[in-house]
């Protein structure tokens, strides 16, 4: 018992070293290392953020852009979480440094344990923990310092909702409720939704199934867990609060307003260039599949990726980066594009003349691309009749057809 707890020690100290020795050329020769957003973004939000707390004021207000915006409510900062408050002392470009680094080395180890309390054995434990650290996910979002942040705290929920299951006492759910602060406080909305899928689809296990299935169910632990979540809830309101407050004025927004490069392959094929053929974790995945029908745990697990790639499928762009719109935002935005001609005409179109047949194609295709499943319509062209000639208000709705 002694050796194995020292070998896992021994692995929990390599998962926390490999960031650090990944990005340590990086790091040495003074290059940031979040590129991308990382410093258009969000090293100018955590920068006034970390003034304010060392001038201990609250950072709700960045005069920095514009005439002034919101810092607190605009949530990407995190300014509340307990990472930005321990660095705040520290010279800023050097904290965002140790903020981007000490989150990389904290998601390795604690992928580790979380697949350890899931039954893995150390040498799977291990790979669970170098492929979601150093997995294709987490350094292609090196520039989404929020994802970066929050990424540590997804597996740090799931094991304290693992041990207040198994345990129910008010120590575990004091640690379940701060570790659901700590992802709330984050700043990424991404992955707060990732972990309210987890979350969800765990406790359908743990509490619905058994009803379904004629049994009792466990009341007692359902209300501690419950509680347990709401405090958690209630701890992360300061950032929640104005958030929500200004929602409504912060528009859709993302993590970045770049678009995917029109060379970027499309669909299916694009997504196992980019995120399968590089990476052995699909393999292994596989090979766990078995698993899913003798280990209950795995399968809120498998549920959760069979709700995103359903959520995928319904956004009808698979190789479309950021977040997933909500379902009535997607639907505003198409009424928006389509409802009216006027609304239609802002569709962006190719240098062509206006009422040409190419200007009508683009828009057209820009339509398609924006409003509808790739799966649902197919356009064929049909030889468009240009704008303004004498037929035209009779064959534009044969110039296209569906097939």
């Given at each position: ?16 070293l490999?960031?650090?020795?990944a ?31 060392a ?6 207000w ?5 005439s ?5 409510a ?6 509340f979480?307990?990472?930005?408050a ?5 010279p ?11 989150s ?10 979380y ?12 790979l ?18 929020a ?14 909702l693992?041990?207040h299951?198994?345990?129910g006492?008010?120590?575990?759910a004091a640690l ?6 700590v992802?709330?406080?984050?700043g ?5 939704g ?6 969800g ?15 009792r ?8 867990t419950a ?5 958690g809830?209630?701890?992360a ?18 993590a ?8 970027a ?13 590089h ?5 292994f ?12 745990v795995l399968?809120?697990?498998?549920v959760?990726?069979?709700a ?26 198409c ?8 609304r ?8 062509a ?15 398609r691309?924006?409003c ?25 709705a044969?110039?296209?057809s569906?097939?």
């Amino acid at each position: 018992m002694r050796a194995g707890r020292g070998r896992d020690l021994l692995l929990i100290l390599l998962l926390g070293l490999a960031p650090v020795l990944a990005l340590a050329p990086a790091w040495h020769e003074g290059r940031l290392l979040a590129p991308g957003d990382g410093a258009s973004l969000h090293l100018p939000l955590r920068v006034e953020a970390w003034r304010a707390l060392a001038r201990g004021d609250v950072p709700s207000w960045n005069p920095s852009v514009f005439s002034g915006t919101p810092l607190l409510a605009s949530y990407r900062p995190g300014v509340f979480h307990p990472l930005m408050a321990a660095l705040t002392l520290v010279p800023p470009f050097t904290a965002f440094q140790l903020l981007v680094l000490v989150s990389l080395a904290l998601a390795g180890p604690l992928a580790f344990l979380y697949a350890r309390r899931l039954g893995a054995d150390p040498a799977g434990a291990l790979l669970a923990g170098l492929g979601f650290a150093l997995g294709p996910y987490l350094v292609g979002h090196l520039g989404d310092t929020a994802t970066l942040v929050a990424a540590p705290a997804l597996p740090l929920v799931l094991l304290a909702l693992e041990a207040h299951l198994a345990r129910g006492r008010a120590t575990s759910a004091a640690l379940l409720a701060l570790a659901l602060a700590v992802l709330l406080l984050a700043g990424s909305p991404e992955a707060v939704g990732a972990g309210s899928l987890l979350l969800g689809a765990r406790l359908a296990i743990a509490f619905v199934v058994p009803v379904a299935r004629g049994r009792r169910g466990d009341g007692a632990r359902a209300r501690s867990t419950a509680l347990a979540l709401a405090a958690g809830v209630l701890l992360a309101a300061p950032q929640l609060v104005p958030t929500l407050l200004h929602w409504r004025e912060a528009g859709s927004g993302g993590a970045s307003a770049a678009e995917v490069p029109a060379s970027a392959l499309a669909g299916v094929t694009g997504l196992v260039l980019r995120y399968v053929s590089h990476t052995p974790a699909p393999v292994f995945a596989l090979a766990a599949v078995p698993l899913v029908v003798t280990q209950p745990v795995l399968r809120a697990a498998a549920v959760v990726v069979a709700a995103f790639l359903l959520l995928l499928a319904a956004r009808g762009r698979l190789e479309a980066a950021g977040a997933l719109p909500p379902p009535w935002r997607s639907t505003s935005s198409c009424r928006a594009a389509t409802g009216s001609s006027s609304r239609t005409s802002a569709a962006p179109r190719a240098t062509a003349p206006p009422g040409s047949a190419r200007s009508w194609a683009t828009g057209a295709a820009w339509t398609r691309r924006t409003c509808t499943p790739p799966w649902t319509t197919r356009w064929r062209w049909a030889s468009p009749t240009p704008r303004g000639s004498a037929s035209w208000g009779s064959r534009t709705a044969g110039s296209w057809s569906t097939g």
